[in-house]
């Protein structure tokens, strides 16, 4: 297999400019490229990040304060956290995800809908959504150190979301608190 259309999506940039228009005209977004394959769309209150690899497109928010490798903040997971959405169903980590093009135009749809906010600089949720983040990582590590056949782990490789709350009861019946890890979580 050829390792270059992995990594490499030809009319990438274009297919940007076409699924992004509005919002590039409504916000004034200028579209860089700062590395090969790597665009930012760089707007007065905040910035995308987009790139591609390996058929998915990545898209996240970045306020014009944070620094080159300060992390960004995907929107799908961002809208999952402001709409209360458990699980979209087809933006499961298991699910074809669509074409690259249609992936451009679901995140654009989402923002342009949902999300405008934050293009005028509204990061009032950070702080919520990162401690969300941080509880999803621990919970996340303490279903992998289960067996293969432990319930709740079944229930997280099926994509129930009800994995959360049984491992959330599970904790406070056994008096279990989880410690932050040394890879931040």
């Not at 009032?124 to 067996?147: I, P």
Request: charged content about 30%; overall charge negative.
């Amino acid at each position: 297999m050829n390792m270059d259309l992995l990594t490499n999506y030809s009319g990438f940039k274009e297919d940007i400019e076409t699924a992004f228009k509005d919002l590039i005209n409504e916000f004034d977004l200028t579209l860089t490229e700062p590395y090969v394959g790597s665009f930012l769309l760089k707007g007065p209150k905040c910035d995308i990040t987009l790139y591609y690899d390996r058929g998915v497109i990545s898209c996240a928010f970045k306020q014009i304060t944070d620094k080159e490798l300060d992390p960004a903040y995907e929107v799908w997971p961002v809208y999952r956290y402001l709409y209360h959405i458990e699980q979209l169903g087809k933006r499961d980590d298991s699910a074809d995800w669509g074409s690259p093009k249609q992936q451009l135009v679901e995140s654009s749809n989402i923002i342009q809908t949902k999300l405008k906010n934050i293009l005028i600089g509204d990061f009032s949720w950070l702080d919520g959504y990162l401690k969300k983040e941080k509880r999803e990582g621990q919970l996340t590590l303490f279903v992998f150190d289960l067996d293969q056949n432990h319930p709740f782990k079944i229930k997280f490789w099926k994509g129930d979301p009800s994995w959360r709350a049984d491992v959330e009861k599970y904790l406070l019946d056994n008096n279990i608190v989880l410690l932050d890890t040394k890879w931040g979580v």
